[in-house]
């Protein structure tokens, strides 16, 4: 349904983009996830038309952006991080004048009321959306992407500002959308990626250093295991102890109050220290309170990608 080839953006001597290329699938919620400045929203506005590539190019429904952007903008409903919204008009106007502005064909008056329903803005559609709480600003932002039924839906950051029971609604929101429409959804913030996405694109520096499932994403990061370890007694002396261990690769101090300190080891994931630690603190006199194992979660999988070291590599 979306189609991004090859796409470079440059600002003179900085590459924002650099031979970027993804596809989003029909019906599919494609996340695209980076740190800030990671060109995530130039990305948007390539797609979305509003600015061009230096070079590659994009192809909405088959049409390309740039040839036939008429064609190919009608096919997207686009929802920028601050809503293009006019504070001095009421929902229904404002609403109105997008059908108009998109010289939409559908039913007027049905269509708009099925986007009122759907969005859950119909009880303020008479009042002024310079009155509407930031969530309500949000859902009406929705809305105006939904006008005239598009197929595709590029959500940058839609829940920027938002209190947690906003957010909850909005993701709810996306989900039941991802069933009619193919969403594309920018984020850095992984626990939405997480919550609403089929499969994740990651970009970083310009570049897609990730694109897959998360299931997949998370198996191909499976060569660590993380050992979490609180323990009562001297911090130093714990830790040094643990960083001696045959099979730790690191150790990171995460927490420490009156003599009780957590810590995280990071170990291959074949090797098993949780004996070797038990039997360094019965030599070491140290009482060990709590011990657990897991595997490396999506957050840190995202900040290896981020974080250009040797570590960092594409995922196909």
């Known amino acids: 349904m979306v189609e991004v080839k090859n796409i470079t953006k440059s600002y003179g001597s900085h590459k924002a983009l650099s031979d970027v290329s993804f596809n989003a699938n029909d019906n599919e919620i494609l996340g695209f996830l980076g740190p800030?400045?990671?060109?995530?929203?130039?990305?948007?506005?390539?797609?979305?038309?509003?600015?061009?590539a230096s070079s590659g190019s994009v192809l909405i429904d088959g049409c390309n952006i740039t040839d036939q952007p008429a064609k190919a903008k009608k096919e997207m409903g686009?929802?920028?991080?601050?809503?293009?919204?006019?504070?001095?008009?009421?929902?229904?106007?404002?609403?109105?004048?997008?059908?108009?502005?998109?010289?939409c064909k559908l039913p007027k008056l049905s269509h708009l009321n099925d986007i009122c329903t759907l969005t859950g803005v119909g009880s303020v559609s008479s009042r002024l959306i310079r009155n509407l709480s930031k969530g309500y600003k949000q859902r009406v932002g929705f809305a105006q992407a939904l006008v005239g039924d598009p197929k595709i839906l590029i959500l940058d950051e839609p829940t920027v500002g938002l209190d947690p029971k906003q957010i909850i609604e909005i993701?709810?929101?996306?989900?039941?959308?991802?069933?009619?429409?193919?969403?594309?959804?920018?984020?850095?913030?992984?626990?939405?990626?997480?919550?609403?996405?089929?499969?994740?694109?990651?970009?970083?520096?310009?570049?897609?250093?990730?694109?897959d499932t998360e299931e997949n994403i998370l198996s191909r990061f499976d060569d660590q295991r993380n050992v979490y370890v609180t323990a009562e007694g001297e911090k130093e002396k714990i830790k040094a102890e643990l960083h001696k261990l045959k099979g730790v690769e690191k150790v990171?101090?995460?927490?420490?109050?009156?003599?009780?300190?957590?810590?995280?080891?990071?170990t291959?994931?074949?090797?098993?220290?949780?004996?070797?630690?038990?039997?360094?603190?019965?030599?070491g006199g140290w009482c060990i309170l709590e011990m657990r194992t897991s595997k490396p979660t999506l957050e840190e999988i995202f900040i290896r990608l981020t974080e250009g070291d040797d570590v960092q590599k594409e995922v196909r």
């Open 171 to 211: 993701r709810t929101l996306i989900k039941k959308l991802g069933k009619r429409h193919t969403v594309i959804l920018s984020s850095h913030i992984l626990t939405e990626i997480q919550a609403v996405c089929d499969r994740i694109v990651v970009i970083d520096h310009g570049k897609i250093v990730a694109d």
């Open 268 to 283: 291959h994931k074949d090797t098993d220290v949780r004996r070797d630690v038990f039997a360094c603190a019965a030599k």
């Open 252 to 266: 990171s101090s995460v927490k420490s109050k009156d003599g009780v300190n957590s810590f995280v080891l990071k």
């Open 36 to 52: 800030n400045g990671a060109g995530k929203t130039t990305a948007m506005n390539i797609i979305t038309g509003y600015i061009s």
């Open 78 to 103: 686009y929802l920028p991080e601050i809503p293009p919204l006019y504070p001095d008009m009421t929902v229904n106007e404002y609403l109105s004048f997008v059908y108009e502005l998109k010289k």
